[in-house]
């Protein structure tokens, strides 16, 4: 399901622009709103609607999922921590479904670098790197012996 932008809630702030992978979410330089310039060649990741500030993204469903008289809102609500998705149905049903917002805070990640270098042993051991203190256990569990 591709995306598209109502024009009249967009500001033009750009966050989808800058998150789009597929770069086909591009500001109109007369109205400076965003538009989807290519939905064909659209992801389909939603990055874009889940970035977008003033909820002005939504999805345009395929008629096979959702036929003409549906459709489909997405609402970014940051203090409740949790995006929810409301599929309104031709016949009148509706589904809703809210996921949380797991983005993990800008700068937080601590980068590989910042890491000590592992040591010749540690290359030829069998835990993955930085286990177990990354995982915040003092061991990782082995099965008991038979
Ligand atoms: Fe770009 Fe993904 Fe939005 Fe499609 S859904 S316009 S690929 S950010
Ligand atoms: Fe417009 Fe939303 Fe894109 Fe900002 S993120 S330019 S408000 S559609």
């Given at each position: 399901m591709p995306t598209f932008v109502y024009m009249t809630r967009c500001?033009?702030?750009g966050e989808c622009v800058d998150i789009c992978p597929s770069d086909i979410?591009?500001?109109?330089?007369?109205?400076r709103r965003a538009y989807?310039?290519?939905?064909?060649?659209?992801?389909?990741?939603?990055s874009c609607v889940k970035a977008c500030p003033q909820h002005a993204i939504d999805v345009r469903g395929y008629a096979d999922f959702a036929p003409m008289g549906h459709s489909v809102r997405v609402l970014r609500e940051e203090e409740k921590r949790i995006i929810s998705w409301k599929l309104k149905f031709r016949d009148g049903r509706e589904k809703n479904f809210v996921s949380p917002i797991r983005t993990t805070p800008w700068g937080s990640i601590k980068p590989p670098y910042d890491y000590e270098a592992p040591s010749p042993e540690a290359l030829n051991a069998?835990?993955?790197?930085?286990e177990p203190e990354a995982l915040h256990i003092e061991a990782l569990p082995t099965l008991p012996p038979k």
């Open positions: 500001d033009g702030c979410m591009h500001i109109d330089k007369t109205y989807n310039i290519e939905p064909n060649f659209c992801w389909e990741c939603y069998q835990e993955l790197s930085h």
